[in-house]
Nanobody, 126 residues
Framework: VQLQASGGGLVQAGGSLRLSCVVS????????MGWARQAPGKEREFVAA????????SYADSVKGRFTISRDNNKKMVYLQMDSLRPDDTAVYFC????????????????????WGQGTLVTVSS
């Protein structure tokens, strides 16, 4: 399984970006997916998660109401729409997959993800 994230860039505070992650391999619809981020000098932190079908989502408090996670199982893609961006959203964003999750579950514990992408840098200027 390989994950490839894209869509990062430089944006002004208050702006929007949409991150995408394409997943290779089989049985994408059996994978719970998530996004995490790592700011300079900080530990990687959970951002958002989505269940296998896309019917359940979960967000970190810091992004709730501003970010939206979604997925397209036909295209093997997961997305992170980021609105009302703030300078403290600046980080490398990673997509991740768990291929052992049961239906309807979202995964907030980053240690539970067994596949990771390479990351895409998001920089928000003030």
């Amino acid at each position: 399984v390989q994950l490839q994230a894209s869509g990062g860039g430089l944006v002004q505070a208050g702006g929007s970006l949409r991150l995408s992650c394409v997943v290779s391999g089989h049985s994408f619809n059996r994978k719970a997916m998530g996004w995490a981020r790592q700011a300079p000098g900080k530990e990687r932190e959970f951002v958002a998660a989505i269940s296998r079908s896309g019917g359940t989502t979960s967000y970190a408090d810091s992004v709730k109401g501003r970010f939206t996670i979604s997925r397209d199982n036909n295209k093997k893609m997961v997305y992170l729409q980021m609105d009302s961006l703030r300078p403290d959203d600046t980080a490398v964003y990673f997509c991740a997959a768990n291929d052992r999750a049961i239906m309807g579950v979202t995964i907030r514990d980053l240690d539970e993800y067994n596949h990771w992408g390479q990351g895409t840098l998001v920089t928000v200027s003030s």
